[in-house]
Antibody
Framework: EVQLLESGGALVQPGGSLRVSCAAS????????MSWVRQAPGKGLEWVST????????HFADSVKGRFTISRDSSKNTVYLQMNSLRAEDTALYYC??????????????WGQGTLVTVSS | QSVLTQPPSVSGAPGQRVTMSCTGN?????????VHWYQQLPGTAPKVLIY???NRPSGVPDRFSGAKSGTSGSLAITGLQTEDEADYYC???????????FGGGTKLTV
């Protein structure tokens, strides 16, 4: 059974940093790209970042580019999102999701339960 | 402002059929990229409902169906049940933005 378990969410002051993690199990971790998708309170879904299965390719939304980094540790089957220079508008529930390929494009076939990041003074 | 446009809300009575739309442009759905649909029940994580325009993952009832035409996708739900009350999001890929894009979501009230 595929499982994604996020952790590390917290209350952080504006300008601060935080690292959230996603522990994966139930599938061959290195065979899949992994993504972070966030949802601000009462709002819709926003793709944040994706890392390739091997970790050599990363992509970021414009809203976080230069502030967030994504990485993965194949020995721990874990993907990380390092968030720096946090802003109030980064407040959201951060979901880890497994990316799968469609005939044309990508979709997210498994999601974690989310970890809450609150940026406030 | 979401790249994909969805109606904010739709409603229907139990047993009825409802449809919801997802409108894009020539850089995403119109460029041939697939449309995918997610169901988000209250207080839970999104779950894929339809992928690749028309495909249902195992476990998703055949009351749910997807279609795509031109620059739009659509989700139909037949035999509405109260437990279908949820937010529904469409998703595709945009070649101009070079990223995954979501619709703003449609709240279904049964």
């Amino acid at each position: 059974e595929v499982q994604l378990l996020e952790s590390g969410g917290a209350l952080v002051q504006p300008g601060g940093s935080l690292r959230v993690s996603c522990a994966a199990s139930g599938f061959t971790f290195g065979s899949y790209a992994m993504s972070w998708v966030r949802q601000a309170p009462g709002k819709g879904l926003e793709w944040v970042s994706t890392i390739s299965g091997g970790g050599g390719s990363t992509h970021f939304a414009d809203s976080v580019k230069g502030r967030f980094t994504i990485s993965r540790d194949s020995s721990k089957n874990t993907v990380y999102l390092q968030m720096n220079s946090l802003r109030a508008e980064d407040t959201a529930l951060y979901y880890c999701a497994r990316r799968n390929s469609a005939m044309m494009g990508f979709f997210f076939d498994y999601w974690g339960q989310g970890t809450l990041v609150t940026v406030s003074s | 402002q979401s790249v994909l446009t969805q109606p904010p809300s739709v409603s229907g009575a139990p047993g009825q059929r409802v449809t919801m739309s997802c409108t894009g442009n020539r850089s995403n759905i119109g460029a041939g990229y697939d449309v995918h649909w997610y169901q988000q029940l209250p207080g839970t994580a999104p779950k894929v409902l339809i992928y690749g325009n028309t495909n249902r993952p195992s476990g998703v009832p055949d009351r749910f169906s997807g279609a795509k035409s031109g620059t739009s996708g659509s989700l139909a739900i037949t035999g509405l049940q109260t437990e279908d009350e949820a937010d529904y999001y469409c998703q595709s890929y945009d070649s101009t933005l070079s990223r995954v894009v979501f619709g703003g979501g449609t709240k279904l009230t049964v």
